[in-house]
Structures are given as structure tokens and as C-alpha cells.
């Protein structure tokens, strides 16, 4: 389905979240549950088909909680459930997490939307680069799957252009309880709006940015008032770490 055509509500939405379970999320953790939980009561809220799998990722494994579960019935993120510690493979992770999620379509056509979130760059991949991933999300993208990326705490807009997310799609939050939560509904309510046909994107607006404490997105978007946007320093790709390669997996 292209992005042109107004989706329909009795259409099936599949929603895959990839989060980052990394060391660095500790200091966020009571935030990241707490928004994680309203994102997942905003798809609850709509009276159209959403399917949910949520997928949690570090160094050390990826973890799949659920998979194509009716949003209804997703568990809510604990402090037992969600436990940060490790790196962060974020090529990986993200370029096995949608090649599973294309396997396990077998020929349905459901609304795909793929989220992926991190607060740190990619330290931990061994098996794939930027430019693969970049390639298989753009890809998807004119296939119809939408993807959202959030970056907490970071400067999401330079990662989630090499991973071939449009800056429209991209989002960075502050840290703060407030502007955390604050990005996790956004997004929820972008999806949500989707799933029931009152939007033809997920699309994030600049008014959820400036509430998620986005510091970035006025100059992404040429929102300033004096000066040119400036250009975000790329990371580079990344050298070759002594890590465990992340199983790959099937949903």
C-alpha cells in the first residue's frame, strides 16, 4: 500500500517495536516503562485491528516478549520485565528485527509499522552495515511499511538518515521524565491515528517534537529564526568489535 492512499480502518495494523535495553537506558528506566506503557494504551484507545510485538535488544541477546499479540492483551513493561545493561547493536538488531517481520507476513497484507528506539549510537554490530540497513528500510518504505525512530537524548535526525528513516518519521527527546513520556504518546498517537485511517503516515508534528524537549528538529527543519540549519556530524561506521553477533530469529 503507498502512502497516497487513505488506509482503510478494518485493515489489520502490525505494530513492531524494537527497544533498546542497553546499559545506558538504566537512568531512564521508571520513564521508559512509564512512557512505553501510555504508547501502549494510546493503540488500545482505537477501535480498529492492532497486532503488537515488542522486542527488547542489547549486546547480549534479543529478546522477543510478544509477537503479532492483539494490543489488548500486550503485558505493560515492569521493572522485572525491562532490565538495561549491555551495548548497543543497533545496526543488527533493527535490520534482523524487519527481515523477521517481512518473513512472518507469508503472503498477508496488514498496515506494517516498524519503531525502532534507542538512547546511544551504534557500538555492537558485527554482521551488517548502515548502508544494508539503509537500503532494506527504504525499501519498505515504498512497499508501505511505515518507521518511526526515536532517539532519547541523542540527536536522532544524522542516525535516522543513515538508517533510511525520513526526518519527518524521526524524533529526539530529552531526557527528563517529562519530555520522555511526552515522545512515547506522540508516537503512540501517530500509530494510533494511522491504524484508524485518520492518517495516511506516521508522521510525528513539530508541536509533539517541541513537547518531547526536541532539540534538534528546528534546525532539521529550518525552524530558526536566523542562521542556516546546520549539518549533524555522521557517525562513523562501525570497526570491528569483539561481540556476540545477534542471533537471528523468527516471528
Not at 494490543?71 to 523477521?100: C, F, H, M, N, R
Not at 498496515?111 to 558485527?126: F, L, M, P, R
Not at 485518520?198 to 534538534?216: F, I, K, P, V, Y
Not at 527543519?221 to 556476540?244: E, I, L, T, V, Y
Amino acid at each position: 500500500m503507498s502512502k497516497s492512499k487513505k488506509p482503510g480502518t478494518d485493515q489489520r495494523t502490525l505494530v513492531t517495536f524494537l527497544l533498546d535495553e542497553t546499559g545506558s537506558m538504566e537512568s531512564i528506566k521508571d520513564d521508559t516503562i512509564g512512557g512505553f506503557n501510555s504508547y501502549l494504551n494510546s493503540l488500545r484507545a482505537v477501535s480498529a485491528p492492532i497486532d503488537f510485538t515488542l522486542i527488547k535488544f542489547d549486546s547480549r541477546r534479543i529478546e522477543k516478549v510478544c509477537v503479532a499479540v492483539p494490543v489488548a492483551e500486550v503485558a505493560e513493561l515492569t521493572t522485572a520485565s525491562y532490565q538495561p545493561g549491555a551495548s548497543t547493536p543497533l545496526i543488527d538488531a533493527a535490520y534482523k528485527t524487519i527481515k523477521a517481520v517481512e518473513k512472518s507476513l507469508n503472503g498477508s497484507n496488514p498496515k506494517v509499522v516498524v519503531c525502532i528506539q534507542t538512547d546511544g549510537h551504534e557500538n555492537a554490530s558485527t554482521e551488517h552495515t548502515w548502508d544494508e540497513l539503509n537500503a532494506l528500510i527504504k525499501e519498505k518504505s515504498a512497499a508501505g511499511w511505515q518507521f518511526n525512530f526515536l532517539g532519547t537524548g541523542i540527536d536522532a535526525y544524522d542516525t535516522g538518515a543513515r538508517m533510511g528513516v525520513s526526518a519527518m518519521s524521526t524524533m529526539s527527546s530529552g531526557r527528563s521524565p517529562q519530555h520522555v513520556r511526552a515522545s512515547y504518546a506522540a508516537m503512540g498517537e501517530s500509530i494510533a491515528a494511522y491504524a484508524a485511517g485518520r492518517a495516511t503516515d506516521t508522521d510525528l508534528s513539530m508541536s509533539a517534537r517541541a513537547a518531547s524537549g526536541d532539540a534538534h528538529y528546528q534546525r532539521v527543519f529550518g525552524q530558526q529564526d536566523s542562521g542556516a540549519p546546520g549539518k549533524p556530524q555522521s557517525p562513523p561506521n562501525p570497526p570491528p568489535r569483539k561481540h556476540k553477533a545477534v542471533d537471528d530469529f523468527s516471528l
